[in-house]
């Protein structure tokens, strides 16, 4: 059935005084990207780089946290080069929090400057401000992506999502209105069951949306449930988009089978907004990288980098060379300080290491990779501070562990983990975060090393 106030609603927004700024940028940083996605590299860096430094200039005159930064670290703001700018120290959590009322540029007052908070899957929260022209940014970052994927903003979409945008918390007036604005269903995403996953199986298939935007883990236990009930499903017409958790493969493999359309994730964070996106994960399962809006680059010149973001648009609370928390590989010229425009593979949280020696740290996206020959549905390997790790297992079929199973996982582990003591435990299911977020990798040792 038609719906008409996706349309009613851009024209509102265009048109109320409120709205209209935020609106009419956003609008024009999409089709700003349309025209500038392809040009030449080095003309890439020339318009980050202007960017680059008006933004550095904007946070020396108003900040006194980042006049004090950039007049120990000797540099101009207003002639920097790449090269400079990758010897900037890198910005922490621990700092945007302490010293939060040095970074701000707005009045927290001004009612076109929202507060917002990360859910704090990897610490505590982090707690920022964004203005009209960062918002706006945003936005405009969010639709072309979408739009290039014949998602345009208006069409039905499903979100099985479980954020502060619970559906036990969308239950307002104000809420409402904007679901239908923005022609959405919100599907309850916090507490799972088979018996809930059929229902919004049901339902999916009355509402038929054109997308799903959903959380990786929660995605894959409703295309697990879907499978199993032998109910086809009819939907999405168009594409799957996941965000907030890295789609494993194994998982990537089951939510295309059961689905038959394309899994697009999108990387990206409360704090930051969007990062990258993939564009062709037939092709690749790479990233490109939401340029106009952000310069991201590694902070190390290895192969896999912490990601450093620095926001070209933060009109109240500007992050420069932002330790975001999280891993990536990137392209074999990628170098600090430096753009850089794809991701090769998003390899998770910072923090997702477990220590097999005195000087050694194992990846935990090692842990995927070998799980998905298993029966396992979902894991959590979780290091206490004695060193040993519990391998906590939600099995698919628990009768499938025979003694040969067992035996072979238990070789797996020791094979990755070296003399590290394991122990195998079998449970019914792996707690989330209070982000509904998955913790699949847990060091005690790790955090004590951060």
């Known amino acids: 059935m038609f719906n008409p106030l996706p349309r009613l609603y851009h024209w509102y927004r265009r048109l109320h005084p409120r709205h209209r700024r935020a609106a009419v940028l956003a609008a024009a940083s999409e089709q700003f990207r349309h025209s500038a996605w392809e040009w030449p590299i080095d003309r890439r860096n020339d318009w980050i780089l202007s960017h680059l430094r008006q933004t550095l200039v904007n946070a020396a005159s108003g900040s006194t946290f980042y006049r004090r930064r950039l007049a120990d670290a000797g540099v101009d703001p207003a002639a920097i080069g790449f090269e400079e700018f ?13 010293h939060s009322a040095e970074i ?13 908070s990360t859910g704090g899957s990897s610490g505590r929260p982090t707690t920022i401000w964004k203005g009209i022209e960062e918002r706006a940014w945003g936005e405009g970052g969010i639709d072309f992506f979408m739009r290039r994927h014949r998602m345009p903003p208006g069409a039905r979409q499903a979100l099985l999502w479980g954020h502060h945008l619970d559906t036990r918390e969308s239950d307002s007036w104000r809420a409402r209105l904007h679901a239908l604005a923005s022609n959405a269903t919100w599907l309850e995403a916090f507490r799972l069951s088979p018996e809930l996953l059929m229902a919004h199986h049901d339902c999916l298939n009355r509402l038929r949306p054109d997308y799903i935007v959903a959380y990786a883990g929660a995605l894959a236990e409703l295309a697990a449930v879907v499978e199993r009930s032998g109910i086809p499903p009819v939907y999405p017409q168009v594409a799957l988009v996941t965000g907030a958790e890295k789609v494993h493969r194994h998982e990537r493999e089951l939510i295309e089978r059961v689905f038959g359309v394309p899994l697009l994730e999108r990387y990206g964070s409360r704090d930051v907004g969007l ?8 092709a690749s399962l790479g990233f490109e990288v939401d340029w106009p809006n952000l310069l991201i680059e590694p902070e190390t010149s290895d192969p896999e980098s912490p990601i450093l973001v620095t926001k070209l648009h933060a009109d109240a609370f500007p992050m420069i060379r932002y330790r975001v928390g999280d891993l990536a590989r990137f392209a074999a010229d990628a170098k600090p300080g430096h753009p850089s425009f794809r991701l090769l593979e998003i390899l998770g949280r910072e923090l997702e290491m477990i220590q ?40 698919t079929d628990r009768s499938a562990w025979t003694e040969e199973v067992t035996s072979r996982f238990d070789g797996g582990m020791r094979a990755v983990l070296g003399g590290t003591p394991h122990t195998l435990l079998f449970v019914g299911e792996i707690p989330r975060t209070a982000a509904n977020k998955r913790r699949p990798v847990i060091s005690e040792l790790a955090r004590r090393r951060q």
Do not use: C
């Open 356 to 395: 097999i020696g005195p000087d050694s740290w194992l990846s935990g996206t090692n842990f995927p990779h070998m799980f998905k020959d298993f029966p396992v549905a979902d894991f959590q390997v979780y290091q206490g501070a004695d060193a040993a790790v519990e391998v906590r297992v939600v099995p």
């Open 275 to 282: 990062m990258a996106f993939q564009t062709d994960p037939d």
């Open 86 to 98: 990758g010897q900037l120290p890198a910005l922490t959590r621990e700092e945007v929090a302490e």
């Open 104 to 116: 701000l540029l707005a009045d927290p007052d001004d009612p076109q400057v929202r507060r917002d």
